[in-house]
């Protein structure tokens, strides 16, 4: 079956305690993305990463760091979490020349940070 | 000034009904996407677009690009089309930027 996972789904944690929320993919896509959605702001997309090692900021890139080591995977990280990194996370990706453009959600991380 | 706007934030109607639902936006794009958001928070894609119309089943999604406008329609609504609907603007790279969503509640 074609899809996104994300894990954790729901994390607690304390400020400043690094974490890494993983995104995996198993549709051999190239682009992957990091979006963040907060209520009355919406979604805005945290990194994005066009192929293998190619990474690029989107809207709100500052306190998170990314990686493409490999096609499938893209991990987020938070080096030195803050409470105002509280969110609903979303990975989501999609192929390059996908006609219809779809792209691939997964099903969310809820990061709480005390 | 916000690059993209949704209209209405808020829509109720009645099984049957004939559903639309705005996007405007004031910068080039390359290509501009639908996303439903279902009250559990799952994302599905609905459809990319960069020029003209596009059918899927009871939804319809058209953009006119001198206008900078596009429009969301569903046919025939059903309860089960209640969901968040989002418009979102992508740039030549994968840069996305999101509108704030239309909430839609189709009553039986």
């Known amino acids: 079956e074609a899809q996104v996972t994300q894990n954790p789904r729901y994390l607690i944690t304390v400020t400043g305690k690094k974490l890494t929320v993983t995104c995996s993919q198993n549709m051999n896509h190239e682009y992957m993305s990091w979006y963040r959605q907060d209520p009355g702001l919406g979604l805005r997309q945290i990194y994005y990463s066009m192929n293998v090692e190619v990474t690029d900021k989107g809207d709100v890139p500052e306190g998170y760091k990314v990686s493409r080591k490999e096609k499938r995977n893209f991990p987020l990280i938070l080096e030195s979490p803050s409470p105002n990194q509280t969110s609903l996370y979303f990975c989501a990706s999609r192929a390059r020349l996908a006609l219809r453009g779809t792209q691939y959600f997964g099903p969310g991380t809820r990061l709480t940070v005390l | 000034k916000n690059e993209v706007e949704q209209s209405p934030q808020n829509l109720t109607a009645q099984e049957g009904e004939f559903i639309t639902i705005n996007c405007s936006y004031s910068v080039g794009i390359s290509a501009l996407h639908w996303l439903q958001q279902h009250p559990g928070g799952g994302i599905v894609s609905l459809f990319m677009l960069s020029s003209g119309k596009k059918k899927h089943g009871r939804l319809i999604a058209t953009i006119n690009i001198q206008e900078k406008h596009s429009s969301l329609h569903i046919t025939a609504s059903h309860p089960r089309d209640s969901a968040v609907y989002i418009c979102?603007?992508?740039?030549?790279?994968?840069?996305?930027?999101f509108g704030t969503g239309t909430r839609l509640q189709v009553f039986p």
């Open positions: 979102a603007l992508r740039y030549n790279t994968d840069k996305l930027i």
